[in-house]
């Protein structure tokens, strides 16, 4: 199956300050989601970003398919933004590979 | 639409016990997922159905753990007989195709 691999694996931020996660994929993909797991452990989906760039408030994702990445862009981070970051692309019949995730600690 | 919804919310148990995990998933998907996750192992795929029937269940641990899907609109993860090595955080997703909506989970503890 597909490898996916996220980094950093951790960072740590002050509020206000801005970051870019990133996304790598061992093979080609017709789409990608990005989700966030907040403090309490839910998961909310983010972005679901096939090729191009998407924009919501101060989050934005661009996939570049062809060269197997996708990058989340968070801009004037705040406190809530704090969670885990997952990026999950499918790979065979509905089957979703996962990245290990990128733990966000922003202080304020 | 409620999004997917998880019963229950909390879990706690003895071991030995049955356990039985609901979910609905978001009407008109017909993808539903069961994933599982711990601090140790991370976020995994138990098994899942398109159109009510189990495709993959490669990821359910062993006998103990079952799944049905008797309709579009319900499913069940059972456990039998619970261990402590269960405990973690249940998931079910629902999917029109490719993108996944997840339920709140079930955090269940088994004692």
């Known amino acids: 199956g597909i490898q996916v691999e996220q980094s950093p694996p951790d960072l740590i931020l002050q509020e206000g300050a801005n970051s870019t996660l990133r996304c790598n994929f061992s093979?080609?993909?017709?789409?990608l989601q990005w989700f966030h797991q907040n403090p309490w452990g839910q998961l909310i989906n983010l972005f679901y970003?096939?090729?191009g760039t998407k924009q919501n408030g101060r989050l934005s994702a661009t996939t570049v398919a062809t060269e197997r990445y996708s990058l989340l862009y968070i801009s004037s981070s705040q406190t809530t933004d704090s969670g885990v970051y997952f990026c999950?692309?499918?790979?065979?019949?509905?089957?979703?590979?996962f990245g290990d995730g990128t733990t966000l600690t922003v202080k304020p | 639409d409620a999004g997917v919804i998880q019963s229950p919310r909390h879990e706690v148990t003895e071991m030995g016990q049955e356990v039985t995990l609901r979910c609905k998933p978001i009407s008109g998907h017909d993808y539903l997922f069961w994933y599982r996750q711990t601090m140790m192992r991370g976020l995994e795929l138990l098994i899942y159905?398109?159109?009510?029937?189990?495709?993959?269940d490669s990821g359910m641990p062993e006998d103990r753990f079952s799944a049905k899907m008797p309709n579009a609109s319900f499913s069940t993860l059972k456990i039998q007989p619970s261990e402590p090595r269960d405990s973690a955080v249940y998931f079910c997703a629902s999917s029109p195709r490719d993108e996944q909506f997840f339920g709140p989970g079930t955090r269940l503890t088994v004692l």
């Open positions: 093979d080609s993909v017709n789409n």
């Open positions: 999950a692309v499918p790979f065979f019949a509905g089957k979703s590979t």
């Open positions: 970003i096939p090729s």
């Open positions: 159905f398109n159109n009510n029937v189990p495709i993959d």
